[in-house]
């Protein structure tokens, strides 16, 4: 936001300029009315400018837009003839050219700074909230309320060694401001300082140990242009904002600063006496040589969807300043104003055009689009995933992809291991959310555990979304894998209607519910055990496909369910998969007889050490013959009937031939042949 002055903006446009008038041709050209008040014989009005458009932050720009658009002279800076000459500069000045746009300087000798400041100057600056200092410091002020350029003075004679540097900080320094106000800066922020002494936070504020006062006789002008995103840094850090790190901030014309400094040093010396020294510092390190753009007239007339003519572009952008030069029949070569420091390409330019041109002069037309339609596997695959787990019972939760830093630690996660990660923010929403989350079961835990403490217990959630690792093979450094993860714990079936008693979620629920998630995609999959840490000891599985490892399950450890708030609360075993989505590859699902024979189930109670996985056995049988077909697990018991180290799992067996009829001695060979090998290899044997 800027406020102007009428009265001082009158002085560019003319005194019958109405205030009535300026609002209505600022808001067509897209500067928004925040409001006015009047103030003795004036009116302070404060318009919005956006951060592209710094040269808006002066009256000389309001008056360029306001001249141009009723299609009269634009005013400009006058150009000095004074030529810069460092060599005879009466101080050494070192800059850094990587932070420094330009640094100009010119010494004012035999000035009166305890001359009154002209009623002029101090009235308007104070109608723009800025108190009087001295006459020096209130041109200063004036120059770059009016030309947009902030200006700096420092007294000659307090400057002992005779040199100033322009360059980032070292080192910790703490500094005293013109206000009196003890500041910490830090290494990287840009100061002016003479030895080790600062003298300036470059495009904030001054320091005291140079400040110009009423009985300075002897000065240093400086005009400057300084790194933008370093004064918005230090600014936004140091909590001090000014009229001139405000301007630094948005960007300042570094062709015009020469010519400003002259301006006001001229303004010093009509006011205060003394005169200007001939030698002048100016350093332009990064000096723009390319100030023209070509604008090719088909593609503006594209994008903005009019017919212009060349003649209908050139005068628009003239009018503004723009100068025109014909490159070839379509293309037009133009000249950007230095002051516009927002044109930076050809859409800029095209974008200026329809401003002049004017909005309310382009018919709005609905472009015709063509499109084709590309299909997302990852947003198909999570939709069947939400219908089917929905469906199974489970209710969807969302949550942050961030997770405690120390979670890894809290779930025995060690480097190197397939869910390690270590992505830290640099600016985390909270201490808790700092570590983009490489599992999401801290996630689904704590959504569990908040669900049990308001009274939603027995229930299973799932949550669709992405977890993050190291991966030098990404351009970024970091790998995102679309995620799907459930967990339950508690009750699956409550008590009544029939059921005599609460039935519980168990392992077998976890395993039935991958079945049919996988059974709906139409792709088989296979479990291999491993050892994840935070589950219990042999009941981590990897989820294996087409021999990839696209997941795991497991029941969560106690260990870990304790570091978890409000984890007392859930007093049954707690269940969890999780499995990427990338690594389901849905298959057309047909119908399909594999044998016109018909096939014979059979119920095998084996007798079986605790310790012995079933998978192994199920592998013995469908080995011991091409016409096994299927082995299922269907129950498993124990009572005291049997040792402590064993218990009876009741196995289901699908025999089919795809040749002939089968026949009970066929059925009985082949069982003996798998019975012997389990005998002989884990000490099973067949319940009588």
Known sequence: MFKFSLKWLRDYCGKDISFDEIIKKLRIQGFEFQGSQEINDDVLTAIEVKANRPDMLSHIGIAREIRAFDGLSIPSITKTAIKPNNDLFPLKIKVNGDICKRFSAVKLSGIDASIKTPQYI????????INSVNAVVDICNYVMLDLGQPM???????????????????????????????VKLNPGDIVISEGDEIKCIAGIIGTDSASVLTKTENLILESAVFDEV????????????????FRFERGVDSRASFDILFKCAEMIVDVCGGKIEESAFDVYPSKEENEFLNLNIKHNN????????????????????????KESEDILKVKIPSYRLDIKQEVDLIEEVARIYGYDNIEPIMPTIKTQYNKNDIWEKSETLRKTLIGLGFHETINYSFIPQDSMDLFKINPGESLYSDIILQNPIAGAYSLMRPTMVYSLLNCLAYNYSI???????????KVYFRNSDFETGCEEKDTCAFIMS???????????????????????????IFDEFGQEFELKENT???????????????????????????????????????????????????????????????????????????IQKKDIKSCKVVDIIKSSDEIVRDVTVRDIY???????????VLYEVNYCSKHFTLTSAKIEQIEDTFLKELSDKYNVSLKC
């Open 122 to 129: 101090s009235e308007r600056l104070e109608i723009m909230g």
């Open 152 to 182: 700096h003075c420092y007294d000659f004679d307090k400057l002992i060694k005779k040199e100033l540097i322009i360059d980032k900080l070292k080192e910790n320094r703490t500094v005293i401001t013109f206000s009196g106000e003890e």
């Open 230 to 245: 370093s004064i918005r840094l230090t600014s936004r850090r140091l909590k001090i904002s000014t009229p001139s790190s």
């Open 302 to 325: 594209s994008l903005l969807g009019v017919e212009l003519s060349e003649k209908q572009i050139i005068d628009c952008l003239e009018k503004y300043s723009f100068n025109c030069f």
């Open 455 to 465: 009274g939603n217990s027995n229930i299973g959630i799932f949550e669709l979304g």
């Open 490 to 516: 508690g009750i699956r079936i409550p008590r009544g209607f029939g059921c005599d008693k609460d039935i519980k979620y168990t392992y077998y629920d976890m395993l039935n519910i991958l079945k049919v």
């Open 532 to 606: 994840i840490k935070f589950c219990k000891d042999g009941s981590s599985y990897d989820i294996i496909t087409n021999k990839n490892r696209i997941g795991f399950i497991g029941e969560i450890d106690t260990s870990v369910l304790k570091k978890i708030n409000n984890v007392k609360l859930i007093k049954d075993k707690v269940f969890y998969c999780e499995f990427y989505l990338k690594g389901i590859s849905e298959k057309i699902k047909k119908i399909k007889f594999e044998s016109k024979y018909p096939p014979i189930k059979r119920l095998y109670n084996l």
């Open 638 to 648: 124990s009572d005291k009937s049997f040792p402590e180290d064993e218990h009876a």
